[in-house]
């Protein structure tokens, strides 16, 4: 998908709550002591994103509904702590069965197990419903052809964010100099559970490159996937200001509009 599509799919869904499995894990923070309730009543959706030896025991497992199935994977997700398809395949199964606080521990294993891949992104999505989520992280930019960046978008589109923020790294030491370069090694570092990752990156560009449009924009960006509407608008004011005439000059006043009217939730 094409940098503007990508966009443009941002701005058509941002508006759109997450999905019920995300939304309901923040639950699973209360102090109460009501008992489990079970969900999932159609069943426990088996999500296989890498291969695994132990697909066909995990989707054995997950036929048999929620509680059975966090009873029969237990076991299994003790003897496999590295393998995401187990891990995160349990902790579903643990939140389908009403066993919240539970599935949010087993939901940061899987995150753990499944670096590198659409686990990690997909359980760190559901680790924090406070932030937008649609197509997990946000994206990095770029209609250049530099090779590295290329690879580095091809990577992390494929949900490869380690990959991809390694390839930015080594461009942005290529190029210290290069607004991109130093942007995407900075989105590169996009985690949930530690957001001064990539803000603490992105924050002192701004001085450095005060008239970038590439800065301005992915600072916002990450300000709208954060929670942050009112910095948001900002930054994505400046760079539609920076040069109102480029496609992303254009895909941040859409995004100002969509922001504008739909708000997100803070953090």
């Not at 490159?209 to 910095?231: C, E």
Request: net charge positive.
């Amino acid at each position: 998908m094409s940098a503007p599509a990508r966009i443009r799919v941002i701005v058509a869904v941002i508006a759109l709550a997450a999905a019920a499995v995300v939304a309901g894990v923040v639950y699973a923070t209360r102090q109460d002591p009501a008992q489990p309730k079970a969900r999932c009543k159609n069943g426990v959706a088996a999500v296989f994103y890498t291969p695994s030896k132990n697909t066909a025991t995990v989707r054995n497992a997950l036929s048999k509904g929620p509680r059975r199935a966090a009873r029969a994977l237990e076991a299994l997700a003790d003897e496999h702590p590295k393998d995401p398809v187990v891990q995160f395949n349990y902790a579903t199964a643990l939140y389908c069965g009403g066993f919240d606080a539970e599935a949010l521990q087993a939901y940061r294993k899987a995150k753990r197990a499944g670096r590198d891949t659409r686990y990690e992104v997909t359980a760190d999505v559901i680790l924090h419903p406070q932030f937008f989520s649609e197509g997990g992280y946000p994206p990095f930019v770029y209609s250049g052809g530099d090779a590295l960046l290329v690879q580095g978008q091809i990577a992390q589109r494929n949900y490869h964010q380690h990959t991809a923020e390694r390839l930015w790294s080594r461009a942005a030491k290529l190029h210290p100099n290069d607004a991109d370069a130093q942007v995407a090694a900075a989105v590169g570092r996009f985690d949930m559970d530690n957001l001064s990752a990539s803000f603490s990156r992105l924050g002192p560009l701004v001085k450095r490159f005060p008239k970038s449009q590439t800065v301005r924009f992915h600072l916002g960006l990450l300000l709208v996937w954060t929670g942050q509407a009112k910095q948001a608008i900002k930054e994505l004011r400046l760079a539609h200001q920076l040069d109102p005439g480029t496609a992303m000059g254009q895909q941040a006043a859409k995004l100002v509009a969509g922001v504008a009217k739909t708000g997100t939730r803070s953090p």
